[in-house]
């Protein structure tokens, strides 16, 4: 049974920072692709970050240069480094794992299996 376990989320203040983690069992956690998405109350859900097998990073593009996806093979844990945090980053993140393709894709569709979430509020 594969089980994605999302922690780290807290509420914190603008500009602050968070690590994301998410723990992967019953997978075959070295070859999958692996990615953090987020969805806010009322929008649709959006990819954040994901990262290949081989350790090949993507990012949407109003994160980038604040977050930092890696994956640690060995613990099979994957994680989300978010800095300089801010209101509009307030969401439910996900963990979510698929087969190659969905690295190339990017798209939630093609991530098989999903954590349960964890929630960030960034607020004053």
């Known amino acids: 049974q594969v089980r994605l376990v999302e922690s780290g989320g807290d509420s914190v203040q603008p500009g602050g920072s968070l690590r994301l983690s998410c723990a992967a069992s019953?997978?075959?956690?070295?070859?999958?692709?692996l990615g953090w998405f987020r969805q806010a109350p009322g929008k649709e859900r959006e990819a954040v970050a994901t990262?290949?097998?081989?350790?090949?990073?993507s990012y949407k593009d109003s994160m980038k240069g604040r977050v930092t996806i890696s994956r640690a093979n060995t613990q099979e844990t994957l994680y989300l480094q978010m800095n300089s945090l801010k209101p509009e980053d307030t969401a439910m993140y996900y963990c979510?794992?698929?087969?190659?393709?969905?690295?190339?894709?990017?798209?939630?569709?093609?991530?098989?299996?999903w954590g349960r979430g964890t929630q960030v509020t960034v607020s004053s």
């Open positions: 019953g997978i075959a956690y070295r070859s999958v692709c």
């Open positions: 990262i290949s097998s081989g350790g090949v990073t």
């Open positions: 979510a794992a698929g087969f190659a393709f969905a690295c190339y894709s990017g798209s939630s569709t093609d991530f098989r299996y």
